[in-house]
């Protein structure tokens, strides 16, 4: 049984309603954490998931944070209003996702998107409204092996936490709710910088990666110089959009990765799966063009990728 801890991360008791759309290695990694802190989660899934979730719960094995089974509510379509909206699926399913969270039945609650890109929290805001949308990046390692059950496998679970048209209290009582159920979560001010942070990275890594086919240490070896070469193109745009970005910095960080890590669309690419190219490498180039930044070496392989099939 899940217990009903109540939260202090704002000098009351109070229990949030949690809605997560697409419970799946993230959203159903943080519903049950949530939910065994005590707050009530509501999952929004297809209805086959729906009914596996609310017969079973959601199961996780983890070596941070335990083995164990919270229970959550579920259903394929947000009916009321919520504290903070959880939304955790791949930019490609954004769109028929959104249709389970009608903005009527939303209230005043928070969006928290934890998606790869940068042009997410302007199409919500354009849909939800601005003063609702606290993007959101998170690291972790976390997989869904069936509906349900997530396989938790990184040591750590870090969320930076933004918003630039949110007021900082209610930032700072979902950090407090999200802290407290086991992440570290920190509010960074500066939404440009928080989302081209992870930009900066993700985007060498997932063009690279996918376009040779290859993990990260064939890819900084025998493809050195191009990866070096985009990771400048990518820090560039990052600085003409108001973020900063360390070139030298982000390749030591690929250099310590170790050698078999695969980026997260060439995972999709080998299942063959819809790719998230358009978000991150489409992206990549309207900054760039935006700017009057050159990134011959980003577009090469954009449009390779693009070239190969179906995205």
């Known amino acids: 049984m899940t217990k009903d801890v109540r939260g202090e991360h704002d000098g009351r008791d109070e229990r ?27 999952c929004l899934a297809g209805d086959d998931t729906a009914e596996v979730l609310r017969t079973d719960g959601i199961q996780v094995r983890s070596g941070r944070f335990g083995d164990f089974t919270a229970r959550v509510e579920a259903d394929t379509e947000l009916r009321e209003p919520v504290d903070a909206c959880l939304i955790a699926v791949k930019h490609t399913a954004l769109d028929a996702a959104l249709d389970r969270v009608p ?96 930009m900066s990275f993700l985007a060498p890594f997932a063009l690279l990666t996918t376009r040779y086919g290859l993990p990260l240490g064939d890819v900084r070896t025998l493809h050195r110089t191009e990866l070096t070469a985009l990771v400048a193109e990518t820090a560039a745009v990052s600085r003409a959009s108001g ?24 995972r999709d690419a080998e299942a063959g799966r819809p790719l998230e190219l358009d978000a991150i490498g ?27 099939g179906p995205r």
């Open 16 to 42: 949030f309603t949690v809605a997560v759309l697409g419970p799946g290695g993230v959203g159903g990694l943080l519903g049950a954490l949530v939910a065994r802190a005590g707050h009530r989660v509501i």
């Open 103 to 198: 903005a009527g039945a939303l209230g005043d609650g928070l969006l928290v998107p934890f998606l790869n890109g940068v042009e997410h929290p302007a199409a919500l805001r354009a849909r939800y409204g601005s003063d609702r949308v606290a993007p959101a990046v998170i690291r972790v390692e976390s997989t869904r092996t069936a509906p349900g059950v997530i396989e938790h496998g990184s040591p750590f679970a870090e969320i930076d936490l933004t918003g630039d048209t949110v007021a900082r209290e209610r930032l700072d009582a979902l950090a407090g709710v999200l802290t407290a159920a086991g992440p570290a979560v920190r509010v960074q001010a500066g939404e440009a910088a928080v989302l081209w942070a992870k």
């Open 243 to 266: 973020a900063p970005a360390d070139a030298a910095a982000a390749l030591a960080r690929y250099d310590a990765f170790p050698p078999g890590t695969k980026s997260s669309m060439q």
């Open 282 to 308: 489409g992206a990549l180039l309207r900054a760039a063009a935006r700017h009057g930044v050159p990134v011959p070496i980003a577009e090469r392989l954009v449009r390779e990728l693009e070239g190969a």
